[in-house]
């Protein structure tokens, strides 16, 4: 599902039962949402787990100026709501950390 956003387009991947836990993956620096597709397959029995190709990743599309932190920080927010997500888990990897620190 592409998400549209004032300054992008977010490319997103959910997985699993609706009703079920929401895990987010936030991808590394140059890492987008198929980082997560392994685990993705075992988690989404049990879990709703979502994925997204931040910005300057994968098939999202937004002005390399726009990556910022607080725009980082910002679409993880911008994902949640698409999916109509209250409370999750955030799993991050590598420079995707400091976006779910920021976000937490």
């Known amino acids: 599902m592409f998400i549209q956003i004032d300054d992008a387009t977010l490319y997103s991947v959910a997985f699993g039962p609706k009703d079920a836990p ?32 931040h910005r300057g990743s994968g098939a999202t599309v937004a002005p390399a100026t726009s990556i910022t932190f607080n725009r980082l920080v910002d679409d993880v927010f911008a994902v949640l709501d698409a999916f109509g997500i209250e409370r999750c888990v955030l799993a991050a990897e590598s420079a995707g950390a400091v976006t779910a620190l920021g976000a937490a």
């Open 22 to 53: 929401a895990l987010v993956g936030i991808g590394g620096w140059i890492g987008n949402w198929e980082l997560w597709a392994q685990p993705f397959s075992i988690l989404s029995n049990t879990w709703r787990v979502i994925g997204y190709d």
